[in-house]
């Protein structure tokens, strides 16, 4: 599904991925745990293809294609999704008319028929029951005023709404209670599929015990060092990233 | 919702080149001479068959502006007009005051079908809704060509016809309105444009009587070297109701046209008016080579006791815009609002704004503006809020927010206060906001294009200004905005 081979990225001159190499199959979710400054978050812009990134060596592909010769938004089209660490506010834009904008422009995108308003109102409906999204939400500007929980929820909403291909989740566990992370991850879980991927980018592993990834990454300095089942996540957990801090200047 | 969606699949359909309304129509004019004079201003009220008071009232006022001076504190630059370069009138030759559809100049109502205005009302009435019709005065260049449902209307009590046509048959009424909100001296284009005036529209609405359609005039310069002097005058009698609304385009031109109008409005007791504009003159080239330059004084007087008097505007063109429709709220209780989206784009130059002026007991004023500045463009607010000493419990809100796309554009606000009444409530807010990377990457993100983030974002920008437009209105305003900001991003 995905292919990520040798990939150098910097940021005004400042390298942040040194030859990054991973590989994320079809139905697989795959967890990717690190330090601070690793990179984590470099990694999901870059895949979602944020300007001011420099791709300086090394290719993404998602099905065979070629991920960084498309803009961000032929890239959604595609399948890619980024659930944002802090999502964006857009005065005066109702939360409703965000989603059917955005679907029905991915619909469009693929050469598809746009949505039917019933059709669209009963989906979003649905999606946002599960998520415990109250409906005078959606009538609100999207995320103006959400608490960090809410907009979270919204994010995984966008989601479940637009059926992306590819995942990936930025830190969405930072700033959620118990009880958001609860509703968040079982929405998250609700979309597994063997048609679908999940790269789940978090610190801690308290999350994943609520959507548990069938492979662990560990990543410092700009790339991937050590790989492994989900264990891995629980000895982490335990001893910390020092032993991967060895040879870094202190 | 739908509006949105309009307003990308318009973005999209869009070429390299944005205004749309710049053809030109082929038609044998009549024009005065070349300049002003004493002799032009006769020619002019000559050719509208005017009475001896109408002519006095025109020289004097050209007398007057003799003694003038050009404004020059408005935040706009450019090159010096030369007021004798211009023909103050131009007239299509072949009948130039039909009376029916039927004598008008066929490629004149086919350049007003191009426009999306039909003018024949069996084309108005199909399929529409008796109450969504609108009753339309077509202004071509100096003269009114066409004015639709007068018959119907008339039926109700309400007088809507050429101004040029109201002098001659309702002489005392324009006697007793004209000049009566923005005086003859008021200010240097509103004086030049009392000499020179041409052609605009008349509305009277009698005591008690709600208008039973949307009045509008559309205006369009086509002539070349021409200005646009336009003059409507609108009249709510006590307890009545009109809502009016003004479009405008012009051809494609390498210079640049003037048009200077005034409008006054006059809601007496108990009566509202609300009056919307959707201006659309031809903005000028991305190198600033050619446009409007719209100079125009719009005034209303809430002269009777809970008058309401509201104006709505979505500025798009014009190359230098200087405009500040006003509200005098003389009688007791009586209301002013303004909402206005103005947007620039390429090399445009904005300086817009309001003035209420709080005279009455218990006056109540509300200003809502949103400028969107894009490309080179510089787009100012310019308000002014004041209280006399009579005016106790005079309550104001404000509210101006400008929206930058990109880094070369300038947005600047420039309210002025004045309160000489201690009970007065002013209220004044203000916020600058530039679309973020961030809003646009998180927009793409979820697979909109960059216009397609841009429009979603200042639609929601301006939406608490469309919501006051009647509802087609809004959805085409919506549009031109969009068309507007084509190629702002990137």
Known sequence: MLEIKNLHVQIEDKRILNGLNLTVNKGEIAAIMGPNGSGKSTLSYVLAGKEDYEVLDGEILLDGENLLEMEPDERAAVGVFLAFQYPLEIPGVASMTFLKATLNAQRKARGEEELSTPDFIKRVNAAAQQLEIPKDMLKRALNVGFSGGEKKRMEILQMALLQPSFCILDETDSGLDIDALRIVSEGVNALRSPDRAFLVITHYQRLLNHIVPDTVHVMHSGRIVKSGGKELALELEASGYAEYRTGEAA | ?490
């Not at chain 2, 046509?165 to 001296?185: C, D, M, N």
């Not at chain 2, 000499?195 to 605009?200: E, K, L, P």
């Not at chain 2, 409007?292 to 008097?309: A, H, L």
Request: hydrophobic share 35%; charged share 25%.
């Open chain 2, 1 to 490: 919702m739908p509006a949105v969606q309009e307003t990308i699949d318009q973005v999209r359909s869009i070429d390299v080149d944005q205004y749309k309304y710049g053809f030109e129509t082929e038609v044998e004019m009549e024009k005065a001479p070349k300049g002003l004079s004493e002799d032009v201003i006769r020619f002019i009220s000559a050719k509208k068959g005017e009475p001896e008071w109408m002519l006095q009232w025109r020289l004097d006022a050209y007398k007057r502006w003799l003694t003038m001076k050009e404004p020059n504190w408005a935040r706009v630059s450019y090159d010096k007009i030369d007021y004798n370069d211009i023909y103050y009138y131009a007239a299509p030759k072949k009948n130039p005051a039909p009376k029916s559809l039927d004598e008008v100049d066929p490629e004149i109502v086919r350049t007003y079908e191009k426009l999306g205005i039909p003018l024949r009302e069996q084309e108005i009435l199909a399929g529409v809704e008796p109450r969504n019709r609108v009753a339309v005065d077509a202004v071509f260049d100096s003269v009114s060509v066409a004015t639709t449902f007068k018959e119907e209307l008339k039926k109700a009590g309400v007088i809507f016809m050429p101004i040029s046509e109201a002098i001659r048959e309702y002489p005392e009424l324009v006697k007793q309105y004209l000049g009566s909100v923005v005086p003859v001296t008021d200010n240097y284009f509103a004086t030049l444009n009392s000499a020179v005036f041409t052609d605009g529209s008349f509305v009277y609405v009698p005591p008690g009587v709600r208008c039973p359609m949307e009045l509008s005039t559309y205006f369009r310069i086509n002539e070349k070297n021409t200005g646009q002097f336009e003059r409507t005058l609108i009249i709510a009698d006590k307890g009545s109701y009109v809502s009016y609304l003004e479009g405008c385009t012009a051809p494609k031109r390498d210079e640049n046209q003037l048009h200077a109008a005034v409008v006054e409005l006059v809601a007496l007791d108990d009566a509202e008016i609300k009056y919307s504009t959707v201006q659309n003159w031809y903005p000028g080239d991305a190198q600033g080579k050619g446009g409007i330059y719209n100079f125009v004084t719009k005034r209303g007087d809430c002269r009777g006791k809970n008058s309401v008097i509201t104006w709505t505007q979505v500025e798009t063109g014009s190359a230098i815009t200087w405009k500040y429709p006003s509200c005098i709220l003389r009688g007791d209780n009586s209301r002013g609002e303004f909402y206005s989206i103005a947007v620039s784009n390429g090399m445009q130059q904005v300086d817009s704004g309001t003035k209420m002026i709080h005279l009455g007991k218990n006056t109540t004023s509300r200003i809502i503006s949103k400028g969107i500045a894009a490309g080179k463009s510089d787009n100012t607010y310019r308000g002014l809020v004041s209280a006399h000493r009579k005016a106790t419990g005079a309550r104001n809100f404000t509210n101006c927010d400008s929206l930058l796309i990109g880094n070369e554009c300038g947005a600047h606000t420039v309210p002025y206060i004045e309160s000489k009444n201690a009970s007065a409530v002013f209220e004044h807010e203000a916020t600058t906001s530039k679309i973020s990377e961030d809003q646009m990457f998180y927009c793409q993100q979820r697979g909109l294009s960059e216009e397609e983030a841009t429009a979603l974002i200042v639609n929601g920008f301006v939406k608490d200004v469309l919501q006051q437009l009647p509802m087609e209105f809004a959805v085409e305003a919506q549009k031109l905005i969009s068309i507007s900001l084509e190629g702002s991003v990137g």
